[in-house]
């Protein structure tokens, strides 16, 4: 079976901090996707990285997918309030159902103002 | 922009009540899944469909049942539903074909208490 492990599983801190959540498995992913959730909402889509290496940029928050494929950070700079939300990340596995997800368990991240 | 409707965001059902979950999507997505969201436990695939009257076990299926009889409309079924099943279940859709293809678009969710 194949997992993805988030880590922390919960983040407070204050606003203007910068933070990184990390998404790691022991299996290769062809793709990796990052959601945020707010409460009371549904996750939406916030990026893919695709290519081992990749890194991608989102205004304050830096993407990276590692060269192995098996692993992804999430970075956030300065976080403000509205960076707070449940934040998963989400596999495609090579041969895997079609358009199925593995999906990580998820980082509560709350910052104060 | 795609949408996916959740039929009711809260409901409270007693056990072993039958509950219909309702789910449709407006971009002609081959794929839906349901899943339900529990805290320290995270997103977990209840089932999918890959086509109309088509369903697929997911990794918790007892206890429910599905049924696509149009490609827009995923129904959720809890056939006697019980205490256990108190959780917040999400649908969500997705396209094999296009360029966007293994993005899940999700509702907003049905947040359902058993009592």
């Known amino acids: 079976t194949q997992l993805l492990e988030q880590s922390p599983q919960f983040l407070s801190i204050q606003e203007g901090e910068n933070l990184t959540v990390y998404c790691n498995s022991s299996?290769?992913?062809?793709?990796l996707q990052w959601y945020r959730q707010e409460p009371g909402e549904g996750p939406v889509l916030l990026v893919t990285?695709?290519?081992?290496?990749e890194v991608k940029k989102l205004k304050r928050l830096t993407f990276q997918f590692g060269d192995a494929r098996k692993d992804s950070s999430l970075h956030i700079t300065a976080a403000q309030p509205g960076d707070t939300g449940l934040y998963l990340c989400?596999?495609?596995?090579?041969?895997?159902?079609?358009?199925?997800?593995?999906f990580g368990k998820g980082t509560k991240l709350s910052v104060k103002p | 922009d795609v949408k996916v409707t959740q039929s009711s965001r809260y409901l409270v059902k007693r056990t072993g009540e039958k509950v219909f979950l309702e789910c449709v999507q407006d971009?002609?997505?081959?794929?839906m899944f349901w899943y339900r969201q529990d805290p320290g436990l995270g997103l977990r695939l209840i089932y999918f469909?890959?086509?109309?009257?088509?369903?697929e076990k997911g990794d918790i299926p007892e206890g429910y049942s599905v049924s696509r009889e149009k490609k827009e409309r995923f129904s959720l079924i809890l056939e006697s539903a019980s205490t256990n099943q108190t959780s917040m279940y999400l649908c969500?859709?997705?396209?094999?074909?296009?360029?966007?293809?293994?993005?899940?678009?999700f509702g907003a969710g049905t947040r359902l208490s058993v009592l």
């Open positions: 969500a859709s997705s396209s094999w074909t296009s360029s966007a293809k293994n993005i899940q678009y």
């Open positions: 299996s290769v992913f062809s793709s």
């Open positions: 990285v695709v290519t081992g290496g």
């Open positions: 989400a596999g495609v596995s090579y041969g895997g159902s079609q358009g199925n997800l593995i």
């Open positions: 971009m002609d997505h081959e794929n």
């Open positions: 469909s890959y086509d109309v009257k088509m369903k």
